[in-house]
């Protein structure tokens, strides 16, 4: 190991908090639970205020129980700078800390040195900490890849001090080889995405009591259907009514990109690149699908391995919700996003559509190919593909749907379709507009 790393101490201080800042008394909850676990996994995507609802343990935790931290880099990565910051964190606000941790070190080189510095800090620790204290390891994605790191991370946990519990909080789920037998021990508390996310009622109160504007509960359900209370997208939504000089919600939501530019800019930034290029292109492909199957995602690709790349998107918590029966769909924001940046390739994205349309028309999935013809302006197709699903719709009593699919056409193509318009002058009919009804009659 080298000597003499240099210490980032802002790395090992809490971020700051701003005073729009809701308090959140059941997430807040759920963390000081901590204290009965010996490891805390706080994961979820980019933007769910992670950092945020542990810095503000500080507040909620007892006075007397210290809150240590660690916030992660890729530098990281590096057993030594891992090692030497982690040693930091405690010293910084521990002065009893034996120097025997930093001083081995300092000492000694090659592979079995990280294992015993982590057990000299172990037990420097052990006689050293107050009873009980917590340990924050914030961004813990950066150094997930580090086999290294991973190992050393591991045999500090296994042999934690019982007084101390560490939280571990990131993007990504952990991995560690330990973590099965402690979650079956009950030694393992998990804060996931739907612990992190705004209900219905916190947005009300974030709105009215932080931010200033009472919002109706019409307006809340959109806003909770929209953003899926995903607290970036909230915070940005708020930005968005002050710059648009609008106390009216349907102005941001209604306006699309227009109005979300900051929030797109921020996915595109710090989400799509910095993703593995494949993955990446595999968002921007299957974005044209309201619902992900892998069969679907292989035929608009035309690839077979569209299965393991959303196993990829699930184990890294991106944006993917679970539908069952192995379907699955984007967040409906990151959806939006993953759309605009579709949109910069209309021709590739016609073609997708195409493709889309006819995988779903051979399966007999009439409503998602006729979506995707319409989409990708083959309107014969999708005249069509109306054709062939009309008789049923109209009988299972859809009519706005039928109405829907005929008012996408052109009028040429509706023209040419005498089918067709027998079918709207059954919807006339079937809605007791009997002179609409017999004008398309007399014209089909």
């Not at 995507?45 to 935790?61: I, N």
């Not at 991995?175 to 996310?197: I, P, Y």
């Not at 998107?313 to 192995?326: A, C, P, R």
């Not at 016609?350 to 309107?379: G, K, M, P, S, V």
Request: glycine share 6%; aromatic share 8%.
């Amino acid at each position: 190991m080298s000597r003499a790393e240099v210490v980032v101490v802002t790395k090992l201080a809490p971020p700051r908090l701003h005073g729009r800042l809701l308090a959140r008394p059941a997430l807040a909850a759920k963390l000081r639970e901590g204290l009965n676990y010996r490891l805390t996994l706080v994961q979820a995507g980019t933007g769910y205020g992670k950092s945020t609802a542990l810095a503000a343990l500080q507040t909620t935790v007892r006075h007397d129980v210290p809150l240590f931290w660690y916030s992660l880099d890729d530098a990281d990565a590096d057993p030594q700078r891992f090692l030497s910051h982690l040693i930091a964190a405690f010293r910084l606000h521990l002065p009893a800390l034996s120097d025997a941790p930093a001083a081995l070190l300092n000492e000694l080189t090659g592979e079995g040195a990280g294992p015993q510095v982590i057990e000299a800090l172990v037990n420097a620790l052990n006689a050293a900490l107050p009873e009980p204290s917590i340990l924050v390891i914030d961004d813990y994605q950066f150094v997930a890849g580090s086999i290294e790191v991973r190992s050393l991370i591991e045999r500090f946990l296994t042999y934690l001090p019982p007084q101390l519990h560490v939280i571990i909080a990131g993007r990504h789920p952990v991995q560690l080889a330990s973590l099965t037998k402690w979650r079956v021990k009950g030694e393992v508390l998990e804060v996931q995405r739907a612990d992190l996310a705004f209900a219905p009622a916190e947005i009300e109160t974030l709105f009215r009591e932080t931010y200033g504007l009472s919002l109706s509960p019409d307006e809340v359900n959109a806003l909770a259907h929209q953003t899926e209370g995903w607290p970036i997208a909230l915070q940005l939504v708020w930005q968005g009514l002050r710059a648009l000089q609008s106390r009216r919600l349907a102005d941001v939501l209604g306006r699309g990109a227009s109005s979300l530019g900051a929030l797109f800019d921020y996915l595109a930034g710090d989400v799509l690149d910095r993703l593995p290029p494949d993955l990446a292109d595999f968002l921007i492909r299957t974005s044209i699908l309201r619902e992900l199957t892998p069969a679907a995602c292989d035929a608009i690709r035309q690839t077979t391995d569209s299965a393991d790349q959303l196993q990829r998107l699930i184990e890294l918590d991106l944006f993917v919700v679970t539908l069952g029966d192995g379907a699955y769909r984007y967040h409906h924001l990151f959806h939006d996003f993953l759309r605009e940046v579709a949109a910069a390739d209309p021709l590739g994205l016609a073609e997708r559509h195409r493709r889309a349309a006819a995988y779903f028309q051979n399966q007999l999935h009439f409503d998602e190919a006729i979506y995707h013809w319409i989409n990708a302006a083959a309107f014969e197709d999708a005249a069509g593909a109306i054709e062939l699903a009309g008789e049923a719709a109209l009988r299972a009593g859809r009519l706005d749907t039928m109405a829907t699919w005929i008012d996408a056409l052109p009028p040429a193509t509706l023209a040419a379709h005498p089918l067709l318009q027998a079918y709207l002058a059954d919807v006339y009919r079937l809605r007791s507009r009997f002179d609409d009804a017999l004008a398309w009659y007399a014209q089909a």
